[in-house]
């Protein structure tokens, strides 16, 4: 009772205060973004989809990958997903597992098809590239919202939307970034543009994602995401094709022993 | 007739009742030695073929799926290493927590580098390497079983693979010839003797483990000597019975991942235990660029008395790994062997890299040095060898 009154005096004093005391931080309302963001994506139970990943180096060469991806959301931790690799060819059949959690390393199986071999790998290497892509595996891992600390840096167009630009420091050991600054759009929460800061702090990468897709009248996806960097002139563009959800997927299809049976 | 037939209803089962996927790759092999051969008719070098296409698909909404997976290889100068294997052939069938696996195929147990003594379920394809990394397709009924507690694994092998050895030409191989189709068995239904194996493994947070039971023929031979028809000393192998426990471990805590391989062997001559263990330590990133450097060390102990052996008895394994995480995605294993004790020494050298987008590079180099007399490794004494792959994948 008298906890209530407590409550009820501060909340009386509150309303009273001037409005200037009562405005969130910047890092409050980042955190406010990131959450309703994590929210506004949760219930999507599973997804399945295909991958086109093509490198391109600064004298334009090209060379592609084809990765199969399914993804299981799960209650209270990150999300389950498996990449089964069917280009180039030399790679065929192989497959990675990853389950990832907040800021504790992710759990992660390699299945090797020559050796006919499930190795359980490091995952501490989150800033190395992607099959040799200008993605690290931390741009592509699940985006918990403990993973980084957020500062809102303002509101601004972003092509046909408005968008929040927040600022993301990695919480995680072992990043390749000092920060990220994304533009979020505020309707659907879709990342449209995301730039990288290396470990001396300059501008390494930025990511651009366009052709967005609705999924189950919610839920957007990009069609393409394209990342440059800035540094060495290599660029990726990866685009995401057949998605979709709730396909049924359990725990039992993200299993480490289960990545042999995969084909 | 009745065979055309027969193929007719396999054909149309294959491109109807499940979606057939193929894929495999062609290689072309060429071996290089830098000192003439040790042996007489040991060939100095040599070319060699290798094609291993393989099939899969599946129905019942993926529920039950085949897969094959077949290996050739046509080669210039070694006769035992012209040989075919069905590396898989085999009908999987899901059912909630249940995997059953019937037919023909292959399987890895274990974590260390420098040798599998947990392994034993498959019999080595020798004639393909000395690592014993390639395997013959052993017939066997699986099933694992998944349970909150970890996975079980349950294995009847009905059928023993015999160990493939080089013939004459072959190289490198033992000073004496090895005379595989004269083998002797403990065991009066000889190489038609049904083999059983159990393995419990489990993953609890950052450590994973695996505990296996085996019983029945052991898949490393034991070698009498006899002569031939033309009164020359040959090797006649010999398949023993034997139980095994074993015990692999693997722990990975920040840059380190601890490995841990134990055994205990029983056979009618000799009961004994062998170990590997060892870590790995990466340095990611190096120099800042997106090499990643992996150093290895891994010891090895056999417990059998001097001259009964196997060739890791008391070595120590030091090795580096460079993954250059590049578009061609470049890797390259190096590493030597330290016998503690004989001072014998092995170096080995293992190199992959892209070219295009389906062929495949691959160097790989040994080198022998100091062998001592009492080393098995001295039947490779003169047997420095490189060797260059290039392979085409579909």
């Known amino acids: ?263 | 007739m009745k065979q055309h037939g027969l193929w007719i209803v396999f054909l149309a089962w294959l491109s109807t009742a499940a979606v057939a996927e193929f894929s495999g790759n062609v290689a072309l092999e060429a071996f290089l030695f830098t000192e003439d051969a040790q042996f007489e008719k040991q060939f100095n070098d040599n070319l060699t073929v290798s094609f291993q296409p393989k099939w899969s698909g599946e129905w019942n909404d993926g529920d039950d799926s085949w897969s094959t997976e077949l290996f050739l290889r046509a080669d210039s100068e070694d006769d035992g290493r012209n040989h075919a294997d069905i590396r898989e052939l085999m009908w999987l069938h899901l059912d909630g927590d249940n995997e059953w696996r019937v037919g023909l195929n292959t399987m890895f147990w274990g974590v260390t580098e420098s040798q599998h003594l947990v392994d034993v379920v498959n019999q080595i394809d020798q004639v393909e390497g000395i690592d014993g990394e390639d395997k013959l397709g052993q017939p066997m009924l699986h099933l694992k079983r998944y349970e909150d507690w970890g996975v079980v694994d349950f294995l009847v092998l009905p059928g023993f693979r015999e160990r493939t050895f080089q013939s004459v030409e072959g190289r490198p191989r033992l000073p004496l010839l090895v005379d595989g189709d004269a083998a002797t068995y403990q065991s009066s239904d000889e190489d038609s003797h049904v083999d059983y194996a159990i393995r419990y493994s489990h993953t609890i947070d950052d450590f994973d483990f695996g505990i296996t039971w085996f019983k029945g023929t052991n898949r490393e031979p034991e070698f009498n000597t006899a002569l031939d028809s033309n009164g020359q000393p040959i090797l006649i192998p010999h398949y023993a019975q034997m139980t095994q426990l074993g015990l692999d471990a693997q722990l990975i805590d920040e840059d380190w991942t601890w490995k841990l391989e134990v055994i205990h062997r029983d056979t009618n001559n000799i009961d004994f235990e062998a170990l590997t263990g060892g870590f790995e330590y990466t340095f990611y990133g190096i120099y800042e660029s997106d090499i990643d450097l992996g150093t290895l060390v891994e010891y090895s102990h056999d417990n059998r008395p001097e001259g009964s052996r196997g060739v890791f008895d008391r070595d120590i394994f030091v090795g580096a790994r460079l993954a250059f995480n590049d578009v061609q995605s470049t890797d390259l294993l190096a590493g030597f062997v330290v016998d503690t004790e004989k001072q014998s020494r092995s170096f080995r050298l293992e190199g992959n890299r892209r070219i295009g987008d389906s062929w495949k590079a691959t160097i790989e180099a040994q080198v022998f040095s100091n062998v001592d007399e009492s080393d098995p490794l001295i039947a490779f004494e003169d047997d420095d060898y490189l060797l260059l792959e290039m392979a085409k994948y579909f």
């Open chain 1, 1 to 263: 009772m008298l906890k209530l009154k407590f409550v009820l005096l501060f909340s009386t004093l509150a309303l009273n205060l001037p409005s200037v005391l009562l405005a969130q931080t910047a890092e409050e309302k980042g955190l406010e973004v990131a959450t309703a963001a994590r929210v506004y994506d949760r219930g999507f139970s599973d997804f399945t989809a295909d991958m086109v990943m093509t490198l391109k180096n600064k004298n334009g060469e090209t060379s592609t990958r084809n990765i199969r991806i399914k993804t299981l959301e799960v209650e209270g931790d990150g999300d389950r997903s498996l990449s089964i690799f069917d280009e180039p060819r030399d790679v065929k059949g192989t497959a990675m597992l990853t389950y990832s959690h907040g800021l504790k390393p992710d759990d992660q199986w390699l299945y090797l098809p020559a050796l006919k071999k499930v190795k359980r790998i490091n995952s501490r290497n989150k800033s190395g590239p992607f099959m040799g892509s200008t993605f690290a595996f931390e741009d592509l891992g699940s985006q918990e919202v403990e993973k980084y600390t957020y500062s809102l840096k303002g509101e601004e167009a972003c092509g046909e939307w408005q968008c929040y630009v927040i600022e993301r420091i990695p919480a995680y050991k072992h990043s390749g970034y000092t920060r990220q600054v994304a533009w979020i759009d505020k309707e659907g929460y879709r990342i449209v543009k995301a730039e990288y800061y290396d470990r001396k702090k300059a501008l390494l990468k930025t990511m651009e994602g366009s052709d967005f897709q609705q999924f189950l009248g919610h839920y957007w996806r990009p069609g393409t995401m394209e990342m440059i960097n800035h540094q060495n002139g290599k660029s990726t563009l990866l685009e995401w094709k057949n998605y979709e959800f709730k396909t049924g997927l359990s725990d039992r299809d993200f299993r480490s022993q289960a990545l042999k049976r995969l084909k």
